[in-house]
């Protein structure tokens, strides 16, 4: 189902946007593309330098096969063609921090061809956004710009580092559908292993190529904003160029084709350089690499060993545990929530897992700032505390009390009930005593509620809770109440 038409209304009338996204991410690999250098993430400028990555002369390039197979899983999960023929290329261009003065990417023939993903939308409707290619290539160097009041430093351990270039169709028409699309790309790699995802460490980035055009108009001149490191700078860098561009238009002028920068303080793009075209950058095929010829057999076996996709996962949540597509999205959007969630339901009610999982467990993860993957109460002590509710030892109420004396101490619930004594009083005898002693210290109100007063029932509970501590088994309460008043 496709969500509405997104337009911006201009000065002259709406203009609807053209989006698409070139993301580059970074390949979990212990080893760079090309070279044995390590990859670890904040490690001492300058440490993780071979001299392949340096751009010694006559040092040559040698294939990182798990870096192949991540490519390959990658696109297996985005449902992309796998092109079992593919070529590397260099492409030319100078930057201080790229010292072989090109970059080894792949251009013609990438590994990876068409494909495509689903993107839910906040209002429910889904959308599919094309895929063009997905292709390997080596990240460049860092500059350092602020290390020194003149100088700019060079930090090359990210030179030479593996990553997936992924190209989408010029499919979205809305800042909110680039961010899903964003978003369900990084969920994708995440749970294949093949990308971290953690933009603020630089390791999923993206390019955006936006233009507009007045409604049922052809494509016009895009502009590309380079280099954005979360989906919310996404979103709003798309928003203010796109603004941009329609005053451009509506004045009369013609948008140039060019590179730009979103500065996320003031909120707008502004220019980098003119747009390079592919001749620009004189591409011609690695004269260091053969061409990268993969076996079918070995494409299936990785095929053969990918986990369950979210998607997937979302819909057995919705087929098997019969939850509502909205906790299935929840519960799916990280894997190792997933993960967290089906071992809490493992053998118990489903809805009441899901729930406690993205109620209380969530809500305890932002006040003590810790993650599913290092949580305040374990799954399992969660699996055990909704034992505890259904054998009747603890009430939905004590229940709570119970999980945030977990979320303190990092206690199991059973040792918690019985330190503290919250067992819930199951003890029919006990029961009846305090409603009696409620009923003979209210007998005015008993009066009113048998005149028909039927509301003043809540407060008969309320008080026999009170007086039991709030132990009493809620059911029995209600029951031996009713049968007192009766």
């Known amino acids: ?57 006559g040092m040559l390039p040698v294939i990182n096969r798990e870096c192949v197979a991540q490519a390959v899983r990658t696109g297996l999960g985005l449902n992309a063609r796998i092109n ?22 792949q251009y013609a023939h990438p590994i990876v061809g068409s494909g495509a993903v689903e993107i839910e939308l906040p209002d429910g409707t889904t959308k599919r956004i094309g895929i063009t290619r997905l292709h390997l290539e080596q990240d460049a160097g860092k500059s350092l710009h602020d290390q020194h009041p003149t100088k700019t430093f060079v930090d090359l351990n990210r030179s030479g580092i593996a990553l997936m270039e992924i190209v989408s169709e010029p499919d979205m028409r809305s800042p909110e559908e680039a961010g899903a699309y964003l978003a369900k790309l990084r969920q994708i790699m995440r749970y294949l292993g093949t990308c971290d995802g953690n933009m603020e460490e630089g390791s999923l980035r993206a390019d955006v190529n936006v233009s507009v055009r007045r409604p049922g108009e052809g494509y016009r001149t895009r502009c590309e904003v380079k280099n954005i490191n979360s989906i919310r700078f996404v979103m709003q860098a798309i928003e203010a160029e796109a603004r941009r561009q329609i005053a451009v238009w509506e004045e009369g002028g013609e948008v140039e084709q060019e590179t730009r920068l979103f500065d996320t303080g003031r909120g707008v793009t502004r220019s980098m350089r003119s747009k390079e075209e592919a001749h620009d950058y004189r591409y011609f095929p690695d004269p260091d690499l053969p061409p990268l010829v993969l076996d079918e057999a070995w494409v299936e076996e990785l095929r053969r060993t990918l986990p369950e996709l979210p998607d997937a996962r979302k819909a057995r949540y919705m087929r098997d545990f019969g939850l509502p597509a909205y906790d299935a999205s929840v519960l799916v959007a990280e894997k190792e929530t997933a993960a967290y969630y089906e071992e809490v339901a493992r053998g118990r009610d489903p809805k009441l897992a899901a729930n406690w999982v993205m109620g209380d467990l969530f809500a305890a993860l932002n006040r003590t700032r810790r993650t599913i993957a290092d949580p ?53 005898g006990a029961i009846e005593a305090a409603v009696a002693k409620v009923l003979a210290a209210n007998a005015d109100k008993v009066a009113e509620y048998k005149a028909g007063k039927e509301k003043l029932f809540g407060f008969f509970v309320g008080q026999v809770m009170k007086a039991m501590q709030g132990k009493a088994n809620p059911a029995l309460v209600n029951e031996l109440l009713k049968r007192a008043l009766g």
């Not at 760079?32 to 001492?44: D, I, Y």
């Not at 918690?416 to 199951?426: A, H």
């Open 1 to 57: 189902m496709s969500a509405a038409t997104y337009t911006i209304e201009g000065r002259t009338g709406p203009w609807e946007l053209v989006i698409g996204l070139e993301v580059h991410a970074q390949v979990i690999s212990r080893a760079k593309l090309f070279s044995g250098a390590a990859t670890a993430f904040g490690a001492e400028p300058n440490t993780q330098v071979s001299f392949v990555d340096a751009g010694f002369p």
């Open 84 to 105: 079992l023929w593919s070529r590397f290329d260099r492409k030319n261009y100078f930057y201080a921090d790229l010292p072989q003065g090109y970059q080894i990417s």
């Open 376 to 428: 305040p109460v374990s799954a399992r002590d969660l699996g055990a505390l909704l034992d505890l509710m259904r054998d009747g030892t603890l009430s939905g109420k004590l229940a709570k009390e119970v999980f945030e004396a977990m979320v303190e101490t990092g206690r199991p619930p059973g040792a918690i009930v019985e330190e503290r004594g919250l067992r819930q009083v199951t003890d029919t």
